[in-house]
């Protein structure tokens, strides 16, 4: 399927057309509510806070956080979705036609949490000669980092193009200063959804991801980090070793290749000839 | 726009995020509404202590509001049932729908229609400090 972010930048691609598509399609309703709500499981609020939605489109997910109880500042480059944002007349949803790309307007410190839904990924959109998709996050994610409070949280959906913009997009909000791990909903299959979800240290909020998802069923955490520091302790395995001849008699078998049985002496040193 | 949104914006502009003069900004030509939303009071509380009660009053005496009180309900007024409602009404309650927001440093001017601020700026101007009268044109040719 082609990728609306191949097409033409944000601003036009929502134009009047496209955004009433995307507001009267049941698809996208039903999509963008179950992650908008998954958001909110994440950012497991406690007490009534404000909350920025970054690329909130036409207010499909500001609704769903609004209508929680939290009072929310919707942030998008499209003026014809925010015309069909403004038409849902919420009160407790505030509006800003602003790129994110060129950071977010806020004071420090000011925000409890934000989410943003299938937004962040249109920011690998370099549109112009002086901006460079790398500028763009960096500018978004340090804005964002600067405009939560300490122990803030910010739950991103979003759908990278390959692995090299997962990774420049996690790599991006690394480097702001976030805590950041990205969590997965049915990987592997058609609907598996991202969500890069942020934390920023301090106000007794235990440090990362990891923290956030314990005690929530049906999640199993790989921590590149645990794995990585138990090979390096491991001895490295080299060519010719015994480790190395197991694994690729192991290799063999599993081609069907005649492979010897293993014994006491398979993999052993010779006793040095005379 | 609500005051209390008001209250947490910048100028987006790179160059004015040091300056002091660049916060809060200046309403002009402001047309105020008021729409009713729920009281809720837990929300005053957790939002209270990060609202910056200078910025709410230079804003506020702008726009008309002369009863503001000179420091920031603390402690025991915070559990006055007025105070709290007053505070409700002035910073939930009071949209700002037509009108301009304007930079105290580098005088941008943020346009405001049907209560939707327009803080996109033209790409120079993410970068550095650049010419008022660019920028002027790029806000006159704001339609939404």
């Known amino acids: 399927m082609s990728r609306p972010e191949d097409i033409l930048p944000p601003d036009l691609y929502y134009g009047d057309r496209e955004a009433g598509r995307y507001n009267t399609s049941s698809r996208v309703k039903k999509v963008q509510a179950e992650m908008s709500h998954r958001a909110l499981e994440l950012l497991d609020l406690r007490t009534p806070s404000l909350i920025l939605d970054a690329g909130c ?39 800003f036609l602003s790129d994110l790309g060129q950071g977010v307007p806020l004071r420090a410190g000011s925000l409890d949490a934000a989410i943003s839904i299938s937004a962040i990924q249109w920011l690998c959109n370099a549109e112009s000669s002086d901006v460079s998709a790398e500028g763009r996050l960096r500018r978004f994610f340090e804005g964002l980092y600067a405009s939560l409070r300490r122990g803030g949280r910010a739950v991103c959906q979003f759908y990278p193009k390959n692995d090299a913009q997962r990774s420049m997009i996690s790599g991006a909000a690394m480097k702001a200063g976030f805590g950041a791990g990205i969590l997965e909903d049915d990987p592997g299959t058609k609907n598996s959804k991202l969500y890069l979800v942020l934390t920023v240290g301090g106000g007794g909020l235990q440090g990362d991801i990891t923290g956030i ?37 192991e290799q063999m078998t599993r081609k069907g290749k005649v492979v010897k049985a293993n014994s006491k002496y398979t993999g052993r040193k010779r006793r040095p000839a005379f | 726009m609500k005051l209390l949104t008001a209250n947490f914006l910048t100028c987006a502009v790179k160059g004015c995020r040091a300056a002091a003069s660049s916060y809060p900004l200046h309403f002009k030509d402001a047309e105020l509404e008021l729409q009713e939303v729920d009281f809720q009071p837990e929300f005053i509380h957790n939002i209270i202590p990060r609202i910056d009660w200078e910025g709410l009053r230079v804003m506020a005496n702008e726009l008309g509001f002369p009863k ?9 007024a915070l ?54 009268v660019e920028i002027q044109v790029y806000a006159d040719g704001f339609a939404l």
């Open chain 1, 57 to 95: 489109g036409s207010g499909l997910s500001s609704q769903i956080v609004s209508q929680a109880g939290h009072q929310v500042i919707g942030l998008d480059v499209s003026a014809s979705m925010l015309q069909l944002s403004l038409e849902k007349d919420d009160e407790a949803v505030d509006l």
């Open chain 1, 213 to 249: 998802v314990n005690g929530m069923s049906d999640v199993d955490v790989l921590d590149a980090r645990r794995s990585a520091t138990e090979k390096g302790r491991a001895l490295p395995s080299r060519k010719g070793d015994k480790a190395w001849i197991m694994r690729k008699k």
């Open chain 2, 68 to 76: 503001i009180p000179d420091s920031k309900p603390e402690g025991d």
């Open chain 2, 79 to 132: 559990n006055d049932e007025q105070t709290m409602r007053d505070l409700h009404r002035l910073l939930l309650e009071t949209h700002v729908v037509e009108g301009r927001l304007c930079c105290g440093n580098c005088g941008h001017e943020y346009m405001i229609k049907e209560g939707i601020a327009n803080f996109l700026l033209p790409s120079h101007l993410g970068k550095t400090k650049n010419s008022i």
